[in-house]
């Protein structure tokens, strides 16, 4: 199963972005489920994840502010982003445990 990350875009500050994660098959399976971003030139840090049992979890710096959440019959898990920040800007990938390879990413800016 391949996961795809789309949804990204141009908002500016304290406005919201809705990520999906699209999967190339079911996710009913997968356990795990991840949201990732990773700035130029930086690491790719992990930003929220859920298992298929609902457990969720999420970096500090997006607590309060991000929604990770899943749909088993869509195939896909989303992100949705309020209260976004300039420091929220970079790109948004998507993936699974066991990991796959990784998509393009989607490109998230937060400017006035």
């Known amino acids: 199963v391949q996961l795809q990350a789309y949804g990204g875009g141009l908002v500016q500050p304290g406005g919201s972005l809705r990520l999906s994660c699209a999967a190339s098959g079911t996710i009913t399976s997968i356990g795990i489920i991840s949201w990732y971003r990773q700035a130029p030139g930086k690491q790719r840090d992990l930003v929220a994840t859920?298992?298929?049992?609902?457990?969720?979890a999420y970096v500090d710096s997006v607590k309060g502010r991000f929604t990770i959440s899943r749909d088993n019959a869509k195939n896909t898990v989303y992100l949705q982003m309020n209260n976004l920040k300039p420091e929220d800007t970079t790109v948004y990938y998507c993936?699974?445990?066991?990991?796959?390879?990784w998509g393009q990413g989607t490109q998230v800016t937060v400017s006035s």
């Open positions: 993936n699974k445990i066991p990991m796959t390879a």
């Open positions: 859920i298992s298929n049992l609902g457990s969720i």
